[in-house]
Every structure is written in structure tokens, then in C-alpha cells.
């Protein structure tokens, strides 16, 4: 891949990774499965699961005329398609239910781990890409390895 340019897909798995990355950073004992588990139920949890995240990313796309402001060309309408499925099964992924997170037996119930599985897999698909398009220095979880 020769571009660098993050593709809109790519744009929830970011902002997961930066949040998820902050949570280990501020909590220094914290491994990954813990800050992807202290960033389950948090207010951008709450958007990205609600779907607003992608509503408002695809807002602005709309009131721009579909036209990406940095490269000042047209977003293709299968970029625009893929948003939607992508905002949909996240949605799907990381449906909220309230104090679902543990059961008694402090295991993560089914809906739990999907979110949590979801969440892991966007962040490695964010390492795959910094990968591809060699921005080893964006690689700070080392999920991959």
C-alpha cells in the first residue's frame, strides 16, 4: 500500500485505538484486555455504539457534497455504502444494555464479549493498517505481535 491516507472505514478503529491507548497510558498496570474493558460504557463507547459517530462522520460528508475536505475530491459512493454497513454492525456489536457486563460469576456474559471481540478486532485492523502503510510509530498497543 503506498498511500498513507487513512480511509474512512478506518476513522472508529482510530478513535478506539487513541481512547483504548489512553486508558492503558493513564493506567499504567492496565493491559490491553484491561483498557479495552475499562473503555467498554464509555461516553465514546456510548457514540460509536449508538451509531452517532458514523452519523455525524457521514453528516459531514453530506454537507460537504461527499467532497474530502483534505484531498478535495469526490468520496466514492462504495466508501459511503461501506459507512453505513460498517456503523450498522458496530452497532450490532456493541449493543448496550445496562449492568450486562458481568453476571454473578464475574464472566463476561455472550453480548459482553462480543463487544469486547469487536473492539479487539478493530484494533488490530488499525495496527494492520499502520503496518501496511509502514507507520510503525502509530503501532502503540502491539496487538498484532
Not at 461501506?82 to 450490532?92: G, R, W
Amino acid at each position: 500500500m503506498s498511500s498513507k491516507e487513512k480511509p474512512y472505514i478506518l476513522l472508529v478503529a482510530e478513535l478506539i485505538y487513541s481512547e483504548v491507548y489512553r486508558l492503558k497510558k493513564t493506567n499504567s498496570d492496565f493491559s490491553n484486555i484491561n483498557a479495552i474493558e475499562a473503555f467498554i460504557g464509555s461516553d465514546i463507547y456510548k457514540k460509536i455504539g449508538s451509531g452517532k459517530f458514523h452519523d455525524e462522520l457521514l453528516k459531514k460528508l453530506e454537507k460537504n457534497n461527499f467532497i474530502d475536505q483534505k484531498t478535495k475530491k469526490k468520496v466514492p459512493e462504495e466508501t459511503i455504502r461501506l459507512l453505513h454497513i460498517q456503523k450498522d454492525l458496530t452497532v450490532k456489536q456493541l449493543i448496550q444494555f445496562p449492568e450486562l457486563y458481568y453476571a454473578k460469576s464475574h464472566f463476561p456474559l455472550e453480548i459482553s464479549q462480543r463487544a469486547f471481540d469487536h473492539l479487539w478486532r478493530m484494533c488490530e485492523s488499525y495496527e494492520l493498517w499502520c503496518k501496511e502503510t509502514k507507520q510503525l510509530n502509530l503501532i502503540l498497543l502491539n496487538i498484532i505481535d
